[in-house]
């Protein structure tokens, strides 16, 4: 991510160091916000949170990244994302680095994330698939912290998650910003491992842990891997609480099928707007719903009927908070399509992007194209370039509508590379597809306008542009 700016702010909350340009999101230059209270550039709702991220700080603790409104000297408010990393020398705390870049809320920023999550759930994935299919005496237990905010909980799950790797001789992976999963042999019980990390958990907040006997000889190894994916994607998402205690793996798996629905019934997803250029009246909403960018195995491609509750109620959370005769695209990951069939996603009055295309054997990347060809889709031109057969169904069935373009990604790209996504960029513009650029860089959009037919950017870039 390239930042607007980076300031190390001290322990007293003024900002002592300054790099970047300031301009953009403070309407102040460097000189001006040099030595001034940090807190004074963050909106009074916000206030609190980063307050907290500034003084309240542990050494060892892990980056934090988190989202914020700034405040600049005139009252314009403008959207950020900001990674903060306390620094200490000699055991004593000196300052907090803050890395701050405008928000472009088409920009996703939960990929990045999906991307890291689905790299170490695919490695735990494969060591649970292999104690199933050995018959291993394993048993799932996940641990969960709960703190009194969002930022205090990702801060109290970084220290859980540390101390279940150094503690526990199981396999451990972070599925949530509180909750972390444990693969481990019966002869050790989560009880034994939860008193291992008590010490150090304490005054960080209330502890619980849920634990699934994957032993089970009325079931398949291929059912049970299903069960256990199911509960973990379960955990993952936001709202549900498994509760505490050992579970049989098929009681269990009915226990958490029985919450997720609820839960996620109760989620308003995050819908921005782009704007075409030139015909303002003309949008299309972006819906932003990390759970379904993880990629999950369940088993199989079908996933199992837990994963399938999961899309299908994320899904329909979003129609449902779609504003009225607006279009809204909603990313998915390219596996996760595969857990409905074609008719029940025709249903949807959503258009799909898949995510992960490039992910795909060629067998599943054929599948997603056929499910994919009834319907609009827009695709990530980081995915089209690298899946040619792809790009060619989905033109032969008229089913490609958006073209997506993240500038900052194909700026990070070899002269090679960047042929290649130009030949497909133009090639798809001649055909009348439509373009949708995020993280707009404004010294090369020029560009991309001329040679496209139609254009989306981001509402808030060309309300800046009318304001400039």
């Known amino acids: ?87 200490f020398e000699g055991g004593r705390y000196k300052f907090t680095r803050l890395a ?9 920023n939960s990929m990045a994330d999906s991307d890291a999550f689905n790299e170490v759930m695919e490695s735990f994935e494969n060591k649970l698939q ?31 998650h540390a101390l279940l790797s150094e503690r526990s001789d199981g396999e451990v992976c972070r599925i949530s910003d509180g909750s972390s999963v444990v693969l481990h042999d019966d002869k050790t019980s989560a009880g034994d491992i939860g008193g291992a990390i008590a010490d150090g958990m304490e005054g960080h907040g209330d502890l619980s842990t849920y634990s699934l006997d994957l032993a089970d000889d009325t079931l398949d190894a291929a059912s049970r891997m299903e069960m256990a994916s199911g509960v973990l994607a379960a955990a993952a998402q936001p709202g549900v609480n498994l509760g505490s205690g050992t579970h049989k793996l098929s009681d269990g798996y009915e226990m958490a099928r029985g919450q997720v629905t609820a839960a996620i019934a109760g989620a308003v997803p995050k819908i ?38 999961i899309v299908r109620s994320h899904l329909e959370a979003v129609t449902r908070a779609k504003p009225e005769d607006i279009p809204v695209c909603v990313p998915i990951h390219a596996a996760s399509l595969m857990f409905l069939d074609k008719a029940e996603w025709d249903q949807f009055d959503l258009m799909v992007m898949p995510v992960g295309l490039r992910e795909l054997d ?20 980081s995915d089209l370039v690298y899946c040619p057969a ?19 990604k194909t700026s990070a790209l070899s002269d090679a590379e960047l042929d290649s996504f ?27 306008i001329e040679r496209a037919k139609v254009i989306f950017l981001p509402d808030a870039y060309l309300k800046n542009q009318v304001q400039n």
């Open 1 to 87: 991510m390239i930042f607007d700016f980076v300031a190390n702010v001290s322990v007293d909350g003024q900002v002592i160091q300054l790099e970047g340009e300031t301009w953009s999101l403070l309407e102040a230059d460097g000189p001006q916000v040099l030595n001034r209270e940090f807190l004074d550039f963050v909106a009074d709702r916000d206030r609190q949170v980063v307050s907290d991220i500034l003084f309240d700080v542990e050494q060892g603790q892990a980056p934090l990244r988190f989202e914020v409104t700034l405040v600049s000297s005139s009252g314009k408010e403008s959207d950020a994302t900001v990674f903060a990393a306390p620094i």
């Open 100 to 108: 701050a870049k405008r928000k472009d809320p088409l920009t996703i």
């Open 130 to 160: 292999a104690a199933i299919d050995s018959n291993q005496a394993a048993v799932m237990s996940i641990f969960s912290v709960e703190s009194g905010d969002a930022v205090s909980t990702a801060q109290a799950g970084d220290r859980l």
């Open 272 to 309: 921005s707007i782009a704007v075409q250029w030139g015909a303002p009246d003309t949008r299309i909403g972006m819906a932003d719903v990390p759970e379904l960018l993880r990629r999950w195995n369940g088993g199989g491609k079908q996933g199992g009927p837990m994963l399938q509750d």
């Open 362 to 381: 060629e067998e599943l990347q054929q599948d997603a194209a056929n499910l994919l060809s009834t319907q609009y889709v827009m695709v990530d031109i």
């Open 390 to 408: 792809v790009l060619a169904q989905l033109l032969s069935a008229e089913a490609l509508s958006f073209l997506r373009v993240d500038m900052q």
């Open 422 to 448: 130009r030949e497909v960029y133009d090639f798809c513009s001649k055909r009348g597809i439509y373009v949708l650029v995020s993280r707009v860089d404004p010294n090369r959009i020029e560009n991309l």
